[in-house]
């Protein structure tokens, strides 16, 4: 946890420093809006900005998100004065801390910023099979690519990555390639120097820089530019960077995790995407499936977004009722577990006492979640699940799962699966041969793979 306290340090202040340090975050302090934004700018970053409520707050937040420059800030001021509370969140600030500090409350505003960035929930078998792969590989420095519908948490598995690598302690930076126009993305990857273009008034380091020695998330990469692509090949094969501008190749040290929401190799016969960029990101692929295709997740993760939203609002913990459990589980999820988590937090805001009813379920675009659904539909939706699943790959690798999948279903059988996969014994074992030699797990008799093979 990296945090920037922005004001002078008066004893307050210093106080407030010394229990951070004391809960394990990393301080470093500036005196002013300025100072703060000139410390970020350098690549230095903050996970969270703990902000004298005296100074211009909406002049920093601004600043801020003009730069993409995404760490939540909370405002500190002595005493209880409610109305310099209110100015501050309305300005930007997340909360407001009173000063003196309490130790307590520290920690809270801490660990509630690292458990917002790291909040990991799943029981499905298909999801485990995913996360055991990851941790399998996150003490390697293999590049991984993370593949995926919009909203199935492929930054909460980089994170996952992240956290249990040798890059733990170091800095965890990510940029989304869909959301940054083209013509800025090469100066936020990279930097750029004073008067490079028009409009560049200072040096800024980029994002590879910002995150050395640690990890970088490619959000989205399949959107980026294939122009930057070839700039991008360059940095993760000699570990070098050109800012825009700039004249004296720049060393980094960084782990790559790239995520995307649509196939990569249909990207590459496109000519979107660069086929050698490909291979070098694919190193390892962690697949993560639709929450409709993982249905032990969807009431975990929705009794985990009731509480986590019951506490952040003040409210009492609600349960779900049985009628709307059943109403969660039979929902198609097209948004996934940002869909359903939108939907959860609105439901622990609109119901009454008790607990949360399938009256209360209602999704964005204001359909009834709980409304009924026809066997026709279910058929139709469970189709198109399969589908959609099976886009992207190829004839062999879908063979390859159905081979390993039903012989681990059958423990290790060969016999059993060879039956039920309707081939010869011997034609299952020369497959088995095959992919052991690719380097791929296959189950001993009377065992099931401990992983999935990317």
Known sequence: MRLLIVGTLKGELITAAKIARERGAQVAQVDGIEAALTHMRAG???DLLMVDVHLDIRKLADAMDGERINSPIVACGTGADAQAAVAAIRAGAKEYIPLPPDPELIAAVLEAVAREKSDFVFRDPSMDR????????????????ITGESGVGKEVMARLVQQKSKRKDRPFISVNCAAIPENLLESELFGHEKGAFTGAVARRIGKFEEANGGTLLL????????RLQAKLLRALQERVIDRVGGTTPVKVDIRIIATSNRSLAEAVKQGAFREDLLYRLNVVTLRIPALRDRPADILALADHFALKYAEMNGLPHKPISAEARRALTANHWKGNV??????????????????IGPGALVSPDGDDIARPVGAAERAAQAAEAVARSLVGSTVAKVEQDLI?????HCLGNRTHAARILGISIRTLRNKLNEYEAAGFAVPDPGQARITTAA
């Not at 990851?134 to 991984?144: D, K, N, P, R």
């Not at 390993?404 to 681990?408: E, F, I, M, R, W």
């Open 338 to 355: 940002r869909e359903l988590e939108n939907t959860i937090h609105r439901a622990v805001l609109i119901s009454g006492d008790g607990e």
């Open 44 to 46: 230095r970053g903050a």
């Open 130 to 145: 995913v996360v055991k792969l990851a941790l399998q590989v996150a003490a390697s420095e293999a590049s991984i690519l």
């Open 404 to 408: 390993l999948d039903t012989l681990d």
């Open 219 to 226: 959000d989205e990469i399949s959107e980026m530019d294939v």
